[in-house]
C-alpha cells in the first residue's frame, strides 16, 4: 500500500497522559499537513510541513500539542496533558508539488479518545 | 463568521433525484475550490475540482459564483452510493496549499 499511512487507528488514554500519533506520508510528497476533526465538522488544519520545516502552525494548535518531521519523510504529533476536550480524530494528508489540482491525500486517521 | 459555511442537511432523497448543495465563502481572494467526499467513518477524498466556467464529471457539476461568494454541487440521478458527506473545501491563504474544509452536507439516498 503505498497511500498515506497512520499509526495507532485508535487511541484512549486518561486525561493528563500524553500521547503520541504517527503518519508515514507518500514517499514522493514533501507536504504534510495535520488536521483534526470532530464528529459532525470538517477536518480543521493544526500544522502544515514541507520537508522537514514546519511553516505553519494554526492558533488552534495549544502548546500542549507538538509536531515534528525530523527528515522530511514520517511526522510525529504528540499532545501532552491530553483534555477530554482533545478527543477527535487527527488526520495526516500528504501532498506532492504544485500544480495537483488541489488533491490531498489524506490517511485513515488516529482517533483519539480521552477519558 | 466562517470561513466556510454549508447546511449540514441531513438531505434525504429517493435514488434517482437530483439534489444541489450550496456553500458560501468569505474570504474573495479564494482562488481555487474543491468538493471532497467522505464516507463514514473514513478519510475525506478530492470528488472534484470547482472552476468559474463550472465542472462536470458524469452525474455531477459544480460551478463557482464568484459575484455571490458560493459554489454548488449538483447531483443528477443520484445513486445509493452516493450517500456520503460533502465538503466544501478553498485554498487557505498563504503558500502552504492547505485546504480549508467546510462542515460538511449530509446525503442520504434512500431506495
Known amino acids: 500500500d503505498t497511500g498515506v499511512s497512520q499509526d495507532p487507528r485508535h487511541k484512549i488514554t486518561k486525561r493528563g497522559q500524553n500521547v503520541t500519533f504517527r503518519c508515514d506520508p507518500i514517499s514522493e510528497h514533501n507536504r504534510l499537513y495535520w488536521y483534526r476533526q470532530t464528529l459532525g465538522q470538517g477536518p480543521e488544519f493544526l500544522t502544515y510541513f514541507q520537508n522537514e520545516a514546519q511553516l505553519e502552525k494554526s492558533r488552534l494548535l495549544s502548546d500542549r500539542f507538538s509536531a515534528e518531521r525530523p527528515k522530511g519523510s514520517f511526522s510525529t504529533l504528540e499532545i501532552q496533558r491530553t483534555e477530554q476536550g482533545d478527543s477527535a480524530m487527527y488526520l495526516c494528508?500528504?501532498?506532492?508539488?504544485?500544480?495537483?489540482?488541489?488533491?490531498?491525500?489524506f490517511g485513515s486517521g488516529t482517533q483519539l479518545s480521552v477519558l | 463568521r466562517k470561513e466556510v459555511e454549508q447546511d449540514p442537511g441531513p438531505f434525504n432523497v429517493p435514488e434517482g433525484a437530483t439534489v444541489a448543495f450550496n456553500c458560501t465563502y468569505s474570504?474573495?481572494?479564494?482562488?481555487?475550490f474543491f468538493w471532497y467526499r467522505q464516507d463514514c467513518r473514513k478519510e475525506p477524498k478530492l470528488l472534484m475540482s470547482?472552476?468559474?466556467s463550472g465542472n462536470e464529471d458524469g452525474r455531477f457539476t459544480a460551478q463557482l459564483n464568484r459575484a455571490s461568494q458560493y459554489i454548488s454541487l449538483l447531483i443528477r440521478d443520484s445513486k445509493l452510493s452516493d450517500s456520503a458527506t460533502y465538503l466544501c473545501?478553498?485554498?487557505?491563504?498563504?503558500?502552504?496549499?492547505?485546504?480549508?474544509f467546510g462542515q460538511g452536507t449530509t446525503l442520504q439516498v434512500k431506495p
Open positions: 494528508a500528504s501532498r506532492g508539488k504544485t500544480g495537483d489540482g488541489g488533491k490531498l491525500f
Open positions: 470547482v472552476y468559474s
Open positions: 473545501v478553498w485554498h487557505g491563504s498563504g503558500n502552504t496549499g492547505k485546504l480549508i
Open positions: 474570504n474573495s481572494a479564494s482562488q481555487s
